[in-house]
């Protein structure tokens, strides 16, 4: 990204902070032009926060015996998303003989 500024211009530089673990993070957005103090710098600093949180309704489902190559009534877990944050879900049952199925 080049620009030239004439006398008086401005230009816009867009900055995104994106965490990739929690804690005080900083760092610093370097401009480099033709001036005799370049480069330009901004400092930049955020608190990487744990990402969005989910509460489920129940802790454990248990199922009674069930004969060999039956299958159970489904049983319904309830996530709900009590951050600020939009979260995406993919629930991944495990395989064997325990394995689960899954409508999220």
Excluded at 75 to 95: E, G, Y
């Amino acid at each position: 990204m080049g620009a030239t500024l004439a006398t008086g211009q401005s230009c816009i530089a867009e900055v995104r902070f994106r965490p990739l673990d929690t804690g005080a993070k900083t760092a610093a957005l370097r401009i480099a032009d033709s001036a005799v103090d370049s480069p330009q710098r901004v400092q930049l600093s955020g608190t990487g926060t744990p990402g969005p949180w989910l509460e489920r309704n129940v802790q454990a489902l248990k199922f009674a015996r069930v004969p060999v190559g039956t299958t159970t009534a489904p049983k319904t877990v309830t996530l709900t998303n009590v951050a600020a944050l939009r979260c995406r879900s993919r629930a991944s049952p495990r395989r064997g003989p325990t394995a689960a199925t899954s409508a999220a």
